[in-house]
């Protein structure tokens, strides 16, 4: 029962694609939103039937069916409750984020509605796979349906984004998928069968690999999943793509996408070479660091609302890494917390900000302000969206960020309290700057959009007393064409999107614990062999030093495999 | 009436429902006492209900009555609380979990031990809660009342927002004071500063108004990150945030724990988090900005509660302010110079309101002061004492300035106690400014004396200065107070109105004006200035009237007047032999350690040159002269002698050798100029510099020149084919091909 709800969760998004391509185009986007709004329907039922909530295993249990037997590739779908909660979140942003097309799209919406249902299929195979190969492609095809969507339905600069989108996460991922091949080839060579499975993949590379294999694994594996993340300095792609993609390309792009690379990272490139993760803890965490300031301090200046919402994401991103990053429970239960939260908070706030752009044809916050006046139901949600995203407690995104901050403070090597780890409080200290910054530039962001005088662009101000009936100029972004349906304040659709996302903010806010419940076995067992390897690092400096060094009951019981 | 019953049975399911769900009211621990919930649950509810009342555009004052009525529920539970709960011992009172998980992995290589982080919704009770929770409730409630009446301008428009804000930080007040950890405390501290960055950018369509909330919420966010790393040190030491597992664990000594270090940062840490909420040195710049907001919530939040956070932090965490030896004595020298600082700056300003918050500064500045130099009674009785009179005088000012048209001018008004509807301001002001020049046998008087007189026997390092620093201070608040009340209250009945910055049936209030008043505007002229904009007015034509408050503001005056003056019984009662009530209060509290008193070696003390060997008589009779002496200087100067502060500024301005002392007065030391300067313009300097090089440097150079490598190579594959995508497609081949050229290496070279 169960493994069939997960071949479903992928076949039906590309079913849904199938259909809405062939069908007529008006039926385009309501064939997008109920195949969208099955298949949260599914995953619902998914995870009622989950067995494994409580601890952290996978389900369900199964051989899967063989694609190439010879080589081991086995597509073999199940998760456990990390993925689950990230099937989720996909699963649930999808329908909203088709709903809050309607009207931004009028050209081309077949293409449109069925690569967003092809994206989705591929989302939901990354975070289903059981399998690296599978991992692998679904992770690679996200980029193709995302690059059309940018490509065609982008603003003035899309075909740049576009290409520095696919380039940039297409040659991370290459370096990935090598890391995964090497482990696979070394496995081969030592037990006689390929396999691809992760699980196996990941003990066999933790356990049998030299420390400097581990180390050089983990780089490779990192090239990819930093990319996606985005982590500083290979986050400039990022800002681009979200400027240029449509509203619901931005919302998928922060709200799941985005969450691959962390996700990558927490499943694969941990667990598989705890060595790496140690050896490299503190320059990553430095890079979490710098990326926190350096995207906020950038946000400040920023006079794109869009452009500094995604830059404000490389800053969450950032907290979300050293949450991993401190490998500890505290740290990593936050980590999660905050995938999932920023995915409703930033998703939010781009919903948002293409309600406006819808009306405006503009981000510029120069040009646009003190819409208060103009659209108070808009920003209630704007400013709610926007606390959420700063981390105000009672709302969601307060408790991964706290986490995070607690879990990178408290993980300092020498003290005796029992949290493994190689940071401490002075990491906390400065990414808590962050803190500081996201107030600034958020509430800043605040002021020039929700409060202050009414400005609206040239040929707004007057018509749009009434609500109706103003004339755009000829200056129109793509496919954006028919604001004038759109009354001066939100619409009942667009209430109807954003409702559940602030309902399932405070929600989150006020009663997170069921979820951290679930995450943290989950944690547990990804974190499973780093105490050790944290305290040998601390005791002897390294873990690189030659054959000997290799973590105790591994140099004795694995030959040199070159 | 009507409305009043309404908003009664709107507030009653949830009444009977709150005990019902079992994930409300499981209570651990006093489980009969699981209602003290409610008081949460009221302002949630009424913030929830002048939502509504907002999506519905309710025209009228229900949401005003929504929030009156709960928060009198509110205050009347927390009475009902006090009455039934022993004071002498703390209960927590387990509501719901909250942030709580427990994870396996233990220390070292063996991952054995569970460990568990949680921070429930717990409610914390004792008397150091009591004692707050009773006057936030009771003040919140009757300037909910008084702003039924001041904000009916606005009826229909911002009335919901303004009272859906105002029930926000009466939950957020209370969860900071009874929660039942430091988590949730947490919540409260950062969920105030949001109702308070609503509030004062209620106005929102004003540039000041705006910049002013963010401004507060931006410097309470400085001090929210020492609270933040504060939470993290104790957690890193003691393992714990709830309240009675932390007290025990301080007062065990564990010799386990982090560090040295990271226990003697404790205190410093959570200092920071204080001196942001409560505005002292270095973070104080937000407080007279926020006067931007509408009057009641300068007399609510930012006199007399949230601004006295950062005190109960302290006061509720004085055990770990002994962590290090110089803690508290930073406290004692950070609050008595702000007391100093920001009384100097309040005797040049001449908007009354700006007046009264540089004193609100400048009190809080003395109850630091009582903290550090280990008063814990006196600085929570000044808390007490002074949010009665503050809040009287900042609801005065507010009928003041609601009755003339916005005009906060101290030069603009006079003599209001001979205006037909402003007697009852008139006098009640002149009970606040009373208290706060600490008048003898007034609240303030006595408030402020234990504190001083605790300075002069502290063995704070400096205590002596300490202690005379704090008299001169006594000096100026008492010149500065009455300055005020001589200028508008005393003299000639003269006047001119504001520019209506509060809005009057003026739907576009708190607009950009873009016209500043000059000292010569006639009656009436600058009213027909004001609303060249066309909208309907009450007041209408011609001559111009101020109109005096009615029933909701003057009774609230009077009452908080009386409450003012009944804050002074504890202390009578204690000059007749009886124990004082908020000393019983704070002695049985978590503050207790301070209320021991820090007292040098001998009895000795800086004032025995008045022949009196009580420190505490003889600071009372010292403070007395200079609190007399500060009125009759003021007396003279802008009473009985108007020109002659005119005259004196002049004198200082000409001369070059004082010049710097009125410029830098009135200029506010140039603080804000300097924060701009030093820190605001180079990291926004920075920020450009690392945009540009994230757009040039890493985006121009490093990403897309490298990227052009493999393009060109896929160009060399596919010369048929020049689209990007078809380069990548090459480029993956390409890899492909090289990965598996490397496998098969590895493998011939392993195998």
Not at chain 2, 169 to 189: E, R
């Amino acid at each position: 029962m169960l493994s069939t709800l997960t071949y479903l969760l992928i076949l039906a998004p590309l079913v849904a694609a199938g259909v809405v391509a062939l069908s007529p185009a008006r039926l385009a986007k309501w064939i997008a939103t109920f195949g969208s709004l099955a298949i949260l329907g599914i995953a619902v039922a998914f995870a009622i039937g989950f067995p494994n909530w409580d601890d952290g295993g996978f389900a369900p249990a199964g051989a899967g069916i063989a694609i190439m037997p010879s080589l081991g590739v086995t597509l073999s779908l199940g998760t456990d409750s990390v993925g689950l909660l990230l099937i989720l979140l996909t699963a649930f942003l999808m329908p909203l984020a088709m709903i809050g097309s309607f009207s931004a799209v009028r050209e081309r919406e077949r293409e449109y509605y069925a690569w967003f249902m092809v994206l989705e299929a591929a989302m939901l195979g990354v975070f289903l796979a059981r399998d690296a190969i599978v991992f692998y492609t679904a992770y690679e095809f996200t980029l193709v349906p995302m690059y059309f969507l940018i490509a065609i339905y982008g603003g003035p600069e899309r075909r740049a984004a576009s290409v520095k989108f696919f380039l940039y996460t297409f040659l991370g991922s290459m370096l990935t998928l090598s890391g995964v091949i090497y482990i696979a080839a070394q496995r081969m060579l030592e037990t006689g069968a390929w396999s691809f499975d992760l699980m196996q993949l990941a003990e066999f590379s933790s356990t049998k690999l030299s420390s400097g294999e581990q180390f050089w694994i983990f780089i490779l594996l990192m090239a990819g999943f930093a990319v996606k993340v985005p982590f500083f300095p290979v986050h400039t792609w990022l800002p681009l793509a979200h400027d240029q993609a449509p509203t619901a390309g931005s919302v998928i792009l922060a709200g799941t996408l985005l969450k691959l690379g962390t996700y990558g990272v927490y499943r694969i490139a941990l667990p598989a070479a705890p060595v790496g993760g140690v050896e490299l803890n503190q320059l990553i965490a430095v890079l979490c660091v710098i990326g926190i300031v350096h995207a906020a301090l950038i946000c400040w200046v920023q006079h794109d609302a869009k452009k500094l919402i995604a830059y404000s994401s490389v800053s969450h991103l950032g907290f979300c890494m050293l949450g991993l990053f401190s490998l500890n429970s505290l740290g990593a239960t936050g980590s999660v917390m905050y995938m999932i939260n920023h995915g409703l908070s930033t998703g939010a706030l781009f919903l948002c900000i293409g309600m406006i752009y819808e009306r405006y044809h503009t981000k510029d916050m120069d040009q646009l302000g003190g819409l208060f006046k103009r659209m108070p139901v808009w920003s209630f949600f704007m400013v709610f969206f926007t606390l959420a995203s700063l981390g105000l407690p009672g709302l969601n995104g307060f408790i991964g960020e706290f986490l995070c901050l607690m879990g990178a403070y408290t993980a300092e090597p020498g003290a005796a309290t029992g949290y493994p780890g190689l940071l401490g409080p002075w990491w906390a200290l400065v990414a808590g700057l962050g803190l500081i910054l996201a107030a600034m530039y958020l509430l800043i962001m605040l002021g020039k959009l929700v409060w202050g005088p009414l400005r609206e662009p040239n040929g707004h101000g007057h018509g749009h007393a009434s609500g109706h009936g103003d004339s755009h100029g000829a200056d129109h972004g793509h496919g954006a064409a028919h604001a004038s349906e759109l009354p001066a304040d939100l619409n009942a659709r667009e209430i109807g999107i954003l409702v559940p996302l602030a309902v399932l903010c405070l929600a989150i806010g006020f009663y997170p614990k069921p979820m951290l419940e679930v995450i943290s076995p989950s944690v547990d067992k990804v974190l499973a062999a780093y105490p050790k390897h944290v305290e040998r690092y601390v005791r002897e400096g390294t873990l690189l030093d030659g054959e000997d060094a290799a973590p105790q009951g591994i140099a004795a019981s694995t030959p040199s495999v070159r | 009436m009507h409305e009043l019953a309404r908003s009664l049975t709107q507030s009653f399911p949830t009444l009977l429902g709150a005990d019902e769900p079992a994930s409300i009211a499981r209570a651990i621990e006093g489980a009969d006492l699981g209602w003290a919930g409610l008081i949460l649950i009221f302002p949630a509810v009424s913030a929830i209900l002048c939502g509504l009342c907002a999506i519905l555009k309710v025209k009228g004052k229900l949401p005003g009555a929504i929030t009156a009525v709960s928060l009198l529920a509110a205050f009347v539970v927390t009475f009902l609380l006090y009455w039934n709960c022993p004071t002498d011992a703390p209960r927590t009172i387990h509501l719901f979990d909250w942030i709580s998980f427990d994870w396996l992995t233990g220390p070292g290589a063996e991952p054995s031990a569970w460990r568990a982080f949680s921070a429930p919704f717990a409610l914390y009770i004792d008397s150091l809660t009591l004692l707050w929770m009773l006057f936030v409730t009771g003040l919140g409630t009757l300037i909910a009342i008084y702003a039924t009446e001041y904000m009916e301008g606005d009826v229909g428009k911002g009335y919901a927002r303004f009272f859906g804000s105002v029930s926000i930080f009466l939950f957020a007040m209370g969860s900071l004071v009874m929660g039942g950890n430091l988590i949730l405390l947490y919540l409260g501290w950062e969920g105030v500063g949001l109702a308070s960055y609503l509030l004062i950018g209620y106005h929102y369509s004003k540039p000041s108004a705006v910049a002013a909330a963010k401004k507060a919420f931006i410097m309470n966010r400085i001090g929210d990150l020492g609270l933040a790393l504060a939470i993290f040190l104790i957690w890193w030491n003691y393992d714990t945030v709830s309240y009675d597992a932390l007290f025990a664990a301080v007062a065990a000594e564990p010799a386990a724990g982090a560090s040295e270090w990271s226990k003697a940062a404790i205190p410093f840490c959570l200092m920071l988090g204080a001196f942001g909420k409560s505005a002292q040195i270095p973070l104080y710049v937000w407080l007279p900005d926020a006067m931007e907001g509408p009057t009641p919530v300068s007399a609510l939040i930012h006199a007399a509660t949230m601004v006295t956070a950062g005190l109960y932090l302290i006061a509720r965490l004085f055990p770990l302010f002994e962590l290090h030896p110089l803690a508290l004595p930073t406290v004692a020298w950070i609050g008595c110079a702000t007391a100093l600082l920001a009384a100097t700056i309040g005797m040049a300003q001449y908007d009354i309101k700006r007046v009264m918050a540089y004193s609100t500064v400048s009190q809080l500045g003395y109850m630091f002061l009582g903290l550090g130099v280990g008063t814990t009674f006196g600085a929570v009785y000044h808390v007490f004492t002074h949010a009665f009179f503050k809040a009287l005088l900042f609801l005065c000012c507010g009928a003041i300035m609601h009755g003339m048209a916005g005009q906060l001018d101290l030069r603009k008004m006079s003599g209001l106690r001979n205006v037909p509807g402003f007697r009852i301001i008139s006098w009640t002001f002149l009970v606040g400014c009373l208290c706060l020049a600490g008048f003898p046998f007034t609240a303030g008087f006595f408030s402020k004396d234990s504190i001083i007189a605790e300075a002069f026997v502290s063995d704070v390092p400096g205590a002596s200065a300490l202690g005379f620093l704090a008299l001169f201070t006594a000096f100026l608040t008492a010149y500065y107070t009455f300055r005020v009340w001589f200028r508008v209250c005393g003299g000639p009945v003269k006047y001119e109105p504001g520019d209506e910055i509060h809005g009057h049936g003026d739907d576009d209030h708190g607009h950009d004006h873009g016209h500043d008043h000059g000292h010569d505007h006639g009656h009436g002229q600058a009213h027909g200035h004001g609303h060249g904009h066309g909208h309907g007015h009450s007041h209408g034509h011609g001559e111009w009237h101020p109109h005096g408050p009615r029933l909701a503001i003057n009774g609230v005056l009077l009452l908080i007047c009386v409450g003012a003056l009944l804050a002074a019984v504890p202390s009578y009662l204690q000059m007749s032999g009886q124990p004082n009530w908020v000393q019983t209060m704070v002695t049985n509290s978590s503050a207790i350690a301070g209320a021991s008193g820090h007292h040098g070696a001998d009895g000795s003390h800086a004032l025995s040159f008045t022949g009196i060997e009580d420190v505490h008589k003889a600071t009372s009779v010292v403070a007395s002269v200079v609190g007399v002496g500060g009125i009759l200087v003021a007396l003279f100067f802008h009473l009985l002698n108007r020109g002659a502060a005119d005259r004196l500024r002049a004198a200082l301005l000409s001369n070059g050798l004082t010049r710097w002392l009125p410029l830098l007065m009135e200029n506010k030391w140039y603080v804000d100029e300097a924060y701009h300067i030093v820190v605001r313009a180079p990291a926004r300097g920075i920020g450009h510099l690392l945009y540009l090089i994230d757009k040039l440097f890493i985006d121009g150079f490093v990403v897309n020149g490298a990227a052009r490598v493999p393009a060109e190579v896929g160009r060399l594959f596919q010369p048929l084919y020049n689209g990007a995508l078809q380069g990548y497609a090459a480029t993956m081949a390409g890899g492909v091909a090289l990965i598996a050229a490397w496998i098969f290496w590895v493998w011939l070279s392993g195998g």
